[in-house]
C-alpha cells in the first residue's frame, strides 16, 4: 500500500458502493476500490476506473454505467442516508467502529478492536434485564 499520486473525489465510488451491495457484491467491489486507489494508484473518481472494476468483479460494467446515470437520485438518497447515520454517531474520522453507544475511532489493530467488543458486550450483559420466560 502506497500513498496515490492523486487525491480522487470518491462520490462516485460511494454511490457505486449501493450498486454493488443491491447485487450482492459489496465486499468485492470495496475491496477492489480499494486496491484500486491504494496499490495501483487509479482514480477511482473516474466512472471509466470504476467500471473497469465493476467488470473484474463479474458485473456488468455497462449497466454500472447506466445505473449511475438513471438511478443516480436514489443511490444520492441511500448516500445521505449513510452520512446522516454516522452524524447521529458522532462519526468525526474514518475508521470509527460503533457497537450500541460506544464506540472506537482511528486506525487500531484488530486486537484492540476484540478487546473493545469484548467489553461492550459483557457490559451490555451487565446492564440486561433477565427476562420472566427464559428457559430454565
Do not use: C
Given at each position: 500500500?502506497?500513498?496515490?499520486?492523486?487525491?480522487?473525489?470518491?462520490?462516485?465510488?460511494?454511490?457505486?458502493?449501493?450498486?454493488?451491495?443491491?447485487?450482492?457484491?459489496?465486499?468485492?467491489?470495496?475491496?477492489?476500490?480499494?486496491?484500486?486507489?491504494?496499490?495501483?494508484?487509479?482514480?477511482?473518481?473516474?466512472?471509466?476506473?470504476?467500471?473497469?472494476?465493476?467488470?473484474?468483479?463479474?458485473?456488468?460494467?455497462?449497466?454500472?454505467?447506466?445505473?449511475?446515470?438513471?438511478?443516480?437520485?436514489k443511490?444520492?438518497?441511500?448516500?445521505?442516508?449513510?452520512?446522516?447515520?454516522?452524524?447521529n454517531?458522532?462519526?468525526?474520522?474514518?475508521?470509527t467502529?460503533?457497537?450500541?453507544?460506544?464506540?472506537i475511532?482511528?486506525?487500531?489493530?484488530?486486537?484492540?478492536?476484540?478487546?473493545?467488543?469484548?467489553?461492550?458486550?459483557?457490559?451490555q450483559?451487565?446492564?440486561?434485564?433477565?427476562?420472566l420466560?427464559?428457559?430454565?
Amino acid at each position: 500500500m502506497r500513498v496515490p499520486s492523486i487525491q480522487p473525489n470518491s462520490h462516485l465510488a460511494l454511490l457505486g458502493v449501493f450498486y454493488a451491495k443491491d447485487r450482492g457484491n459489496l465486499s468485492e467491489y470495496h475491496n477492489a476500490v480499494f486496491s484500486a486507489l491504494w496499490d495501483n494508484d487509479q482514480n477511482i473518481g473516474t466512472l471509466r476506473v470504476l467500471s473497469s472494476i465493476v467488470g473484474r468483479i463479474g458485473l456488468d460494467p455497462r449497466d454500472f454505467e447506466l445505473r449511475l446515470t438513471i438511478d443516480k437520485e436514489k443511490y444520492e438518497a441511500r448516500l445521505q442516508e449513510s452520512e446522516t447515520e454516522a452524524n447521529n454517531d458522532k462519526v468525526k474520522l474514518v475508521p470509527t467502529y460503533v457497537f450500541g453507544n460506544r464506540k472506537i475511532v482511528g486506525n487500531v489493530s484488530i486486537k484492540h478492536i476484540e478487546g473493545f467488543v469484548r467489553r461492550a458486550v459483557r457490559s451490555q450483559r451487565m446492564t440486561e434485564k433477565p427476562s420472566l420466560l427464559e428457559d430454565r
